[in-house]
Each structure stands twice: as structure tokens, then as C-alpha cells.
């Protein structure tokens, strides 16, 4: 079973930072595409950003030069640097995962982390 576990989110002034981690655990991470999707208010789930197993990267629109993923292999783990934040990056972040495992592959979702942008 593959399972997902975000931290890091909070409340923070427009213009500062955050960091994003999300911990996997059940699945070969070091193949998996691991991915950070986010959901505000009356609006619908976006992706933000995705990273795979070969270390390829892209971004939103939105948050390009402002936001970075990374991944750290011997951690499992996947991050989400996030700079020069704006409140319209108010939302629900969202680990996602599409990830091989010993019987298949896997796509799955974390519960989440709420990170609110104040102006």
C-alpha cells in the first residue's frame, strides 16, 4: 500500500517562503513521478509542479521561478520550495504520487497540507 505524508504547510506573509515535504512509503521511489497539485476555495484541483524518476521538473505558469520541487531518493521523500508567495497561492496542497510497487503501479494521493498566503 502506498501511502503519502505532507508537511510544512502554515501561514505566511505575501513576499515569504515556505517548504513543502511529502514523505512515500510502499513504492519503488526512486522510479515513481512524484508531483505537488493544489486546491483553493471554490476552485478546481491544479498541478503545480512534478518531478520524475530521472530528475525532469516542470511547473505551472503560475508558479514558475518562484516555486522549486526537488526530490531526495535516500529520503523518499519530495519537496516543494516556495518563494515569493502571493495569497493567490492560497490553497490545499496535494501530494500525488504515480509510482511502481512490487504488484503494479500505484497512483495515489496525500490528505494535504493548508497553506494560506496573507497580503
Known amino acids: 500500500q502506498v501511502q503519502l505524508a505532507e508537511s510544512g504547510g502554515g501561514l505566511v506573509q505575501a513576499g515569504g517562503s515556505l517548504r513543502l515535504s511529502c514523505v512515500a512509503s510502499g513504492s519503488i521511489f526512486s522510479a515513481s513521478v512524484m508531483a505537488w497539485y493544489r486546491q483553493a476555495p471554490g476552485k478546481q484541483r491544479e498541478s503545480v509542479a512534478v518531478?520524475?524518476?530521472?530528475?525532469?521538473?516542470s511547473y505551472a505558469d503560475s508558479v514558475k521561478g518562484r516555486f522549486t520541487i526537488s526530490r531526495d531518493n535516500g529520503k523518499n521523500t519530495v519537496y516543494l520550495q516556495m518563494n515569493s508567495l502571493k495569497p493567490e497561492d492560497t490553497a490545499v496542497y496535494y501530494c500525488?504520487?504515480?509510482?511502481?510497487?512490487?504488484?503494479?503501479?500505484?497512483?495515489?494521493w496525500g490528505k494535504g497540507t493548508q497553506v494560506t498566503v496573507s497580503s
Open positions: 518531478i520524475t524518476g530521472g530528475y525532469m521538473t
Open positions: 500525488y504520487t504515480d509510482a511502481p510497487t512490487q504488484t503494479g503501479r500505484v497512483r495515489e
